[in-house]
């Protein structure tokens, strides 16, 4: 339901408001943002905005940097975590132009409403519906050190296995088997309760939570399917929530998708299906999973530029230590039903028609979600513009267990991206269907990509605690 200007200062009044936040969104998806005084809050500045450097953000842009954040009120929650009452808003970033603004093109939430748009446009579908499982450890400690004569990592869970030797209790878990384990097992229940009662108190409609698969403090929060623009917006609340509840139960969070070694790596498979004038477009009793042939075609789009994808859904060196066989990381390129180690994977238990979809699992938590989603969105579309079908280009169904195929049959497999290295040069080479309909500006990918590469470099100088293991006495 939409906000006016009126409810927004009815929640300032109900709620004793003091002060107005602002979040901003940078490059990376990460939030920035500018707080008033509540007193200072007026139908001007949802009007006017607040000014801001879109350079600082990470944006190369054409034009003059000094931009406007626009709010949002749709978007209007109380924070939780401010001792002060706080209002927050997110919004859209707008060019400063005479005689009025203009959308700053690169802005993330931008583009994931330009490709909303673009889908309407193309006459396939008016809403795409997505879930993201939000997988992430939670530390009871952590530290690390890059210095010329330190380079080192702690961590620690006080319920992992390596603590057996120290925990009074006994209360451990063992290596790879925490998955859905119960308390007293499950020592953060409490913590990861209250980070879904905060999403609810933020229109965040969530499934269950429940502990992962690693022992050393690995967990999963699912929301409920949602339309991808807002679930942009949710994808980055979700994310604000849980770090925040955890540094209050004195634990810090992590999306890394591999912070532990040994260990199983933290996902965010998205879930997708399109609808048309409120039917599902994917639903087809007869095809393959009771997949439509646009769903098919949306899978080919998504698997014929899964390696340039990678560099969006997947924008970290961490991500390909994630990406490796052995745990339920998915490695290959197809799709199949109920199997995970396919890139796509058709859940089973999705029977009825507007509930059939799929999810792509590649995905983790350190992308934007705003160009994460959009991307997905323009790649499935490309799919269905083109007919790509997915059986005919050798990519499954494979409906068996791709971990355990004879070597020489996994040599015919196509493989993802090694390295963000290896992504960023597919994303140079094929990114038509992304700038399709002007949804990704040519100049946001080439600064996207000219960043990811210096932080590659960056990473690529600095010597591994590994390598001493390796070459020391060389």
């Not at 603590?163 to 290596?175: E, L, R, T």
């Amino acid at each position: 339901m939409s906000k006016t200007m009126q409810d927004i200062l009815a929640m300032i009044e109900e709620y004793d408001i003091e002060m107005i936040d602002f979040k901003m969104v940078d490059i990376n998806g990460q939030y920035r943002h500018v707080t008033i005084p509540a007193k200072n809050f007026s139908e001007d500045t949802m009007v006017s905005g607040i000014g801001f450097d879109a350079s600082n953000y990470g944006y190369a842009v054409v034009e003059k940097s000094d931009m406007v954040f626009i709010p949002d009120p749709d978007t209007a929650v109380i924070d939780p975590f401010c001792s002060i009452p706080t209002l927050s808003m997110t919004g859209n970033a707008m060019i400063i132009d005479s005689p009025e603004n203009r959308p700053l093109a690169q802005y993330p939430r931008n583009i994931v409403l330009a490709a909303e748009q673009y889908m309407k446009d193309s006459g396939v579908a008016d809403t795409m519906l997505i879930l993201p499982e939000f997988e992430f450890y939670l530390f009871d400690q952590v530290g690390w050190s890059v210095q010329p004569n330190d380079i080192s990592a702690q961590i620690d869970a006080v319920q992992s296995y390596w603590n057996s030797a120290v925990q009074g209790q006994g209360v451990v878990v063992p290596k790879q088997k925490a998955y859905h384990a119960a308390k007293p097992f499950d020592a953060a229940y409490e913590c990861r309760s209250e980070m879904c009662m905060h999403m609810a108190d933020a229109g965040i409609r969530i499934n269950y939570h429940h502990p992962e698969v690693a022992a050393s403090g690995q967990f999963e929060i699912e929301p409920q399917l949602g339309k991808m623009s807002e679930m942009a917006d949710a994808s980055m609340m979700i994310k604000y929530i849980i770090r925040n509840t955890a540094l209050k139960y004195g634990k810090t969070a992590t999306f890394m998708p591999k912070p532990i070694y040994g260990e199983a790596g933290s996902g965010m498979h998205v879930h997708m299906l399109l609808l048309k004038d409120g039917q599902p477009v994917f639903s087809d009793d007869e095809g393959y999973a009771h997949l439509s042939r646009e769903a098919h075609w949306f899978m080919g789009g998504l698997l014929k530029h899964i390696h340039s994808l990678c560099a969006l859904t997947n924008p970290s060196t961490n991500s390909f230590k994630r990406l490796v066989p052995g745990f339920e990381a998915p490695v290959t390129v197809g799709y199949a039903t109920s199997n995970r180690s396919a890139v796509i994977r058709i859940p089973a238990y999705a029977k009825s028609p507007d509930k059939r979809r799929f999810e792509l699992r590649n995905p983790d938590a350190t992308c934007n979600p705003y160009f994460c989603y959009a991307a997905i969105l323009m790649a499935g579309l490309d799919g269905i513009k083109n007919q790509i079908d997915p059986h005919e280009n050798g990519w499954g169904p494979y409906d068996v267990n791709l971990y355990h195929l004879p070597e020489e049959e996994k040599a015919k497999l196509q493989g993802l991206p090694t390295s963000l290295e290896e992504a960023l040069d597919a994303l140079e080479a094929d990114h038509d269907y992304l700038t399709a309909g002007g949804v990704f500006p040519e100049e946001l990918l080439k600064n996207f990509i000219r960043t990811k590469r210096e932080e590659c470099r960056q990473l690529s100088a600095i010597p591994h605690p590994a390598e001493y293991d390796k070459y020391f006495n060389l």
